[in-house]
């Protein structure tokens, strides 16, 4: 799987959008970017996925580049409950049945 | 969506000692299971891979005698740490895959957690 690169923190005040980087240089053709997120003492927890196109639901937004080397997490209406640290992952849909590896992620403050 | 439980979420227990960790899927079959370890300020570090009917696979530096994985059944692994001692207090997070929901889905569904220390 390609290699993330992401911020080690990033502060957001509450009620503004948080956009969160990852840099995946490195991704090929059939790798997907992952987004988790784990708020401290807990399991991660899935916020979004895509190939290509942006996508949207009801958590996040993810925008990724035209060349797919780079994509932006957004949390549009930032809450104190989003302070999480937030995971960059790509993976080959091909993969199969094999355990995510995890980066260091981007510490994410939201500040009241 | 896939639910994956885990217990118990926390646990203190004396050194020497062993301490089991169950992970359970409710809505789901896994084959495969998967253990990480998570230090604090750390990031999530797999520990193995935890099969049904078979042996579980060890990543690198892991003790496969100090950290025994039981898939026992479809919905059931676990993980006991025995003989415990102060530096195996840690994090420990579980997870599987829903491959019901499809190949390209994001499937990986994981377990809160449990907090285990030793003193």
């Known amino acids: 799987d390609a290699k993330t690169t992401q911020p080690t923190s990033m502060d957001c005040a509450e009620g503004r959008a948080a956009n969160l980087p990852c840099n995946h240089s490195t991704i090929s053709g059939n790798e997907y970017v992952y987004w988790y997120r784990q708020i401290h003492s807990q399991g991660p927890q899935y916020i979004i996925h895509g190939l290509k196109n942006n996508e949207t639901n009801e958590m996040a937004s993810l925008i990724i580049t035209e060349d797919r080397k780079s994509s932006t997490l957004i949390l549009p209406h930032a809450t104190l409950r989003d302070t999480a640290v937030y995971y960059c992952i790509v993976r080959d849909f091909l993969s199969g049945n094999t355990p995510l590896v995890f980066g260091k992620g981007t510490r994410l403050s939201v500040i009241a | 969506g896939a639910v994956v439980s885990q217990h118990p979420s926390r646990v203190i227990c004396k050194s020497g000692t062993s301490v089991k960790i169950e992970c359970r899927s409710l809505d789901f079959q896994a084959t495969t299971m998967f253990w990480y370890r998570q230090f604090p300020k750390k990031s999530l570090m797999l520990m193995a891979t935890?099969?049904?009917?078979?042996?579980?696979?060890?990543e690198q530096g892991v003790e496969k005698d100090k950290f025994l994985i039981n898939h026992a059944s479809l919905t059931l692994s676990t993980l006991t740490v025995t003989s415990a001692h102060p530096e195996d207090s840690s994090f420990y997070i579980c997870?599987?895959?829903?491959?019901?929901?499809?190949?390209?889905?994001?499937?990986?569904?994981f377990g809160s957690g449990t907090r285990l220390t030793v003193v």
């Open positions: 935890s099969n049904e009917g078979s042996k579980a696979t060890y």
């Open positions: 997870s599987a895959r829903d491959l019901g929901a499809g190949v390209r889905s994001y499937g990986y569904t």
